[in-house]
């Protein structure tokens, strides 16, 4: 029995047990009765124990099968708490953002927008380290780290975000003779 089987056929026994029926189990997902009753059979033989005793005018759940379904809805509702808060966590970003990222950087870009962001985030906190040292992003818990120039060898994943010039000015008193532009 695959996974995605398995899972069907348990919530189709709690269905089963819930609505107290077959015909009535099969009328959530539009299925039929039959097929209900030939997904149920799979699964206690791949269980090798009997969840439902049944005869063509009662159902009745057995010792083995209340134990098993005490213990699968409280497995479902977590799963449904589980999978709601992601796809809440999906929709609204939260939580605590940790940044390391070099002073001109950080001066020229990304503080000008914190604002922004803190607008549009607003569950989302950051904490700012601005610095030029190496930083050891897993063993100091850094989320991101952002860092003009080349990535040394490193198991982690980069992303470009942009290209930056650089160029180097002074004025002309401050320069060597040999390196002045004559015009």
């Known amino acids: 029995m695959k996974v995605v089987d398995k ?3 348990v919530r189709v026994f709690v269905r089963v047990v819930q609505s107290g029926s077959f015909s009535h189990a099969a009328r959530d997902p539009n299925v039929s009765q039959p097929t209900v009753s030939k997904q149920l059979a799979v ?3 791949r269980l090798g124990t009997q969840l439902l005793a049944r005869n063509s005018r009662a159902l009745a759940v057995t010792p083995a099968g ?3 379904y005490e213990a699968i809805v409280q497995i479902l509702q977590d799963l449904d708490f589980v999978e709601e808060r992601v796809l809440e966590g999906q ?3 939260s939580g605590l953002v940790r940044v390391t990222l070099s002073p001109a950087f950080g ?3 990304v503080i ?3 604002s922004e962001f803190r ?3 607003s569950d989302v906190a950051i904490e700012m380290e ?3 040292r190496q930083v050891d992003l897993i063993e100091e818990g850094i989320d991101v780290a952002i860092r003009i120039g080349r990535l040394s060898d490193s198991a982690l994943v980069a992303q470009r975000i942009g290209d930056m010039r650089m160029i180097t000015l002074a004025p002309p008193a401050i320069l060597p003779n040999t390196a002045r532009r004559k015009r």
């Open 7 to 9: 899972f069907d056929a």
């Open 112 to 114: 000008p927008r914190l």
């Open 107 to 109: 001066r020229m870009f």
């Open 91 to 93: 929709s609204a970003p």
């Open 119 to 121: 607008r549009r985030f």
């Open 43 to 45: 699964f206690e033989a």
């Open 130 to 132: 601005v610095s030029g």
């Open 66 to 68: 209340q134990d098993y």
